[in-house]
């Protein structure tokens, strides 16, 4: 599956520049920043979501991903892979890089449009809030810098029926104007509704926030 709107496609997504350090960050484009836990599923997602396996290394390893990698979308805006939090040995690596990608990315070129926060659903549903600690940091980075928050709950194919509409509850009740996604494998519709949202907010375009009243435009699928 490969998601279209348009003239913007995600398959015509390409591997950019990796960024180890503040200085490597490209401040060429706008962006759209994932973030998540460790095993979350952010590269996994991203490369769903474009139809390429390998653009996003992927690992079973906690703390694998150690820089910010960059990706652009048809030369229009990039898709921006952070490090995964929570992973105690590389904490302060981590939080040093994001501060210094706040600071120059949105803080003084004001390039970043939107965080795809993802989450792994089972974890979710664990937290009053249904976000973790690390989540919270990345809400506080949302606020300061004024930056829309897009919700990405994962693997919710590990959930029965009632588990999932009680993290639906619990997230639309503490996240009111935030857009939510709950993904699985088998529910190829939400996955055609995230590309759309991160296509229209890559170009600057508007989204709601409500998923039930998220209008999209049609799209094909590209294979």
């Known amino acids: 599956m490969v998601l279209?709107?348009?003239?913007?496609?995600?398959?015509?997504?390409?591997?950019?520049?990796?960024?180890?350090?503040?200085?490597?960050?490209?401040?060429?484009?706008?962006?759209?920043?994932?973030?998540?836990?460790?095993?979350?599923?952010?590269?996994?997602?991203?490369?769903?979501?474009?139809?390429?396996?390998?653009?996003?290394?992927?690992?079973?390893?906690?703390?694998?991903t150690r820089m910010l990698n960059f990706s652009s979308v048809g030369e229009k805006f990039f898709l921006i892979d952070s490090p995964g939090y929570g992973f105690e040995k590389s904490r302060d690596y981590f939080e040093g890089l994001m501060d210094g990608f706040f600071q120059k990315y949105v803080g003084e070129k004001g390039l970043l449009r939107a965080i795809v926060m993802v989450m792994d659903s089972r974890r979710a549903l664990e937290n009053p809030r249904a976000i973790g600690q690390g989540d919270g940091m990345m809400e506080e980075y949302a606020n300061n810098y004024g930056i829309p928050v897009i919700a990405v709950f994962t693997k919710v194919d590990k959930l029965s029926s009632s588990e999932k509409l009680r993290l639906k509850q619990k997230y639309a009740d503490s996240h009111p104007d935030c857009l939510y996604f709950l993904c699985s494998p088998k529910d190829q519709d939400t996955y055609k509704k995230l590309g759309m949202t991160i296509v229209d907010v890559g170009c600057g375009r508007k989204i709601e926030h409500s998923e039930e009243n998220y209008e999209y435009l049609e799209m094909e699928e590209m294979m």
Do not use: H
């Open 4 to 64: 279209i709107t348009g003239e913007m496609r995600l398959k015509d997504t390409a591997f950019y520049r990796s960024a180890p350090n503040v200085e490597a960050i490209p401040c060429s484009l706008y962006g759209v920043l994932f973030v998540g836990r460790s095993n979350a599923g952010k590269s996994t997602l991203i490369n769903a979501l474009t139809g390429q396996k390998q653009l996003m290394k992927t690992s079973q390893t906690p703390g694998k």
